[in-house]
């Protein structure tokens, strides 16, 4: 298990906006509006009906919530205490079912649970820790075999340090500034080397494109700055 695989920082940072993850006009607007995107296309490769489904860097529990009223058992797990605590308390406010949350990080619950997922997803964390090929690892050692592995993060150029930062944070302010260090992007080649070492195959990619005229987002097939990809791990 890599017991230190956390950025302290990372965490204080988003202990600090805890209060605010189900404000739909806060700082996580963005994965408000984003979240029935990615869950749409979760879907069409693994439908996520009776499925025992672990989200990994839950938050908050967006995600995780409506994965549960999709119909999936699903375990949701953070080390920020208090994005936890709102996960939990949102969970009993509005009577999600089939859901539960745990402070445990994803290389530990591999170790105590090898194997016992059917759909694990991964959700803007691998660019806040500072071993990303580590929560990979345990991922598909999390998912049974042939089950299916979700990632998301953000591509490492020029366009992706344009828009995610100096757009999203300094000029359009959807996101806090100082949410995203530019030297930890990922490029999709990087993140589809660290599946293979770890058992996992490439299905399917998607990128997310946003409209700030509109202020619409849609996925497509460009991966430039925020995308998405889908795996299995090997039978």
Not at 18 to 30: I, K, L, M, Q, T
Not at 151 to 159: G, P
Not at 219 to 225: G, I, K, P
Request: net charge negative; hydrophobic share 45%; proline share 5%.
């Amino acid at each position: 298990m890599n017991a230190t695989n956390v950025d302290p920082a990372e965490l204080a940072k988003f202990s600090e906006l805890a209060h605010r993850w189900w404000d739909v006009n806060s700082e996580f607007r963005p994965l408000h509006q984003i979240n029935p995107l990615r869950l749409d296309w979760i879907q069409t490769l693994a439908p996520l009906k009776g499925k025992q489904v672990l989200d990994v860097g839950c938050g908050g529990g967006i995600l995780a919530d409506a994965m549960a009223r999709a119909g999936a058992h699903v375990t949701g797990i953070d080390l920020a205490t208090k994005s936890l605590k709102v996960a939990q308390l949102h969970a009993l406010e509005t009577q999600t079912p089939h859901i539960s949350y745990r402070e445990v990080s994803a290389e530990a619950l591999a170790a105590e649970q090898p194997a016992s997922f059917d759909v694990v997803t991964c959700m803007e964390m691998l660019e806040h820790v500072p071993d990303p090929a580590s929560v990979v690892q345990a991922c598909a050692a999390l998912v049974k075999p042939g089950g299916w592995v979700f990632f998301s993060t953000l591509n490492r150029n020029a366009q992706a340090f344009l828009f995610a930062i100096v757009g999203a944070e300094y000029v359009l302010n959807l996101l806090p500034k100082g949410t995203h260090e530019y030297a930890k992007f990922i490029r999709p080649s990087e993140l589809a080397a660290f599946c293979r070492d770890a058992g996992l195959q490439t299905q399917a990619s998607r990128g997310l494109q946003y409209n700030p005229i509109t202020q619409r987002y849609w996925l497509d097939a460009n991966t430039r700055v925020n995308y998405m990809l889908a795996t299995q791990r090997e039978v």
